[in-house]
Structures are given as C-alpha cells and as structure tokens.
C-alpha cells in the first residue's frame, strides 16, 4: 500500500523512524525498482546546522523542501551522485528525510547493471552488500536523478514509498549522522536510524 500524503505531514523524526521496513519504488522502464529502507536521516532547518535549509535559508537548489510533504528532493552532492529526500511537516518549514540505504527486493539484475554495468551473477558478494548501501548508490542503482526526480510526487506513480507486503520484526539503532563534520553542534544529534545488522546499511 502506497503511503498517503499525512504520512509525510508529521514530525520529521517520527516519519524518519516509521520510513524503515518500506519500500522505496522507482517504475522506470516499464519496471518496477524497489528496495526497502534500511537507513535514513533526519534534517530539520530550523535548528539543523547540517541541514540545506538550516536557519530558514530557501534557495533554487532547497525550494523543494520547502514545499509540500511527500516531495522529493533530490540534490547533487560533489556534481556526480545523487540523493533522494522524502520532504516531511507543513510547507514552508524546510524539513526532510534522506534515504541513505536500502536492500533490494526487486529487479536487483537491473539495478546491479545500472551500478556495475555487470549481470547480477558475476557479482561478488561485497559488491551486491555494496549495490544500495549508501545514498548515492541507491540512486545509481534505481535510476534515481536530480534531472528525472527532484520535485517528483511521492504520492504519484513513478517514485513512490509503499508498506512492504510483510511485516518484517526488527530492532531499530538511532545514533548520529555521517559525514557532516562541518554542522558544529549538529553532529551530535541522534538522527540517523538503521535497521540493526542489515547488511546493506552504510558503512560510514
């Protein structure tokens, strides 16, 4: 079941948190890409140094999060890879989640030719724990763009979050976020959730 606009229109954390166990889908091609959500961060503007939108700063890269919930927001990082956001709250409060991970559960063959240009079975095991397992890769490897993306309806029917079909039981980790040395205080907020031992949880 695809989930619903209020969903996204509730604190970011909560949503952040309940975003783990669903699937992440992309339907590209004719193709369903899906993955589900095994790590995810919160970013909230108005108190969030780390955040795009920290300090109520709206720009022509960020005016997504500041839009409706249930968008994506979709950036370049380092001019070359990709991250999607799922835009959360009311309108005009510039928050968000990033999905940082996901396990494949769909058409993984596509997705490992999208990140490897390889066949799924020529594949070593550390590359197919490697395929999602970062923000960026997930992105490559679902055919996820700034260009194609970025302002997309959740809540439509080409990029979309659905319940997984099974109620998985699993042990939630909240601990801090990665790679956002230069947020001052911010580096110290427990953010970031993961699905505990999943194996395609990022590394750093």
Not at 69 to 76: S, T
Request: glycine share 8%; proline share 4%.
């Amino acid at each position: 079941m695809k989930l619903k606009r209020k969903f996204y229109g509730r604190p970011t954390l909560d949503v952040t948190r309940d975003l783990l166990g669903k699937n992440l889908v992309h339907y590209i091609d004719g193709k369903r890409l899906v993955g589900k959500i095994v790590e995810a961060e919160a970013y909230i503007g108005t108190v969030d140094k780390a955040a795009h939108s920290y300090n109520n700063k709206k720009t022509r890269r960020n005016e997504v999060m500041f839009g409706p919930p249930g968008h994506a927001y979709v950036y370049l990082i380092y001019g070359m890879y990709n991250c999607i956001n799922a835009v959360t709250q009311d309108e005009g409060e510039g928050t968000a989640t990033l999905i940082r991970a996901v396990e494949p559960v769909e058409n993984i063959e596509i997705m490992a030719h999208n990140r490897y240009n390889k066949p799924i079975e020529e594949l070593k095991k550390r590359q197919i724990f490697n395929l999602t397992s970062g923000p960026g890769k997930l992105c490559m490897a679902m055919g996820i763009t700034n260009k194609n993306s970025n302002g997309m309806d959740l809540c439509g029917d080409t990029l979309w979050i659905e319940k997984a079909e099974e109620n998985e039981a699993f042990e939630i980790v909240e601990t801090t976020r990665v790679n956002i040395d230069y947020a001052e205080e911010a580096v110290h907020f427990p953010w970031r959730f993961y699905i505990k031992d999943n194996p395609f949880v990022s590394q750093k």
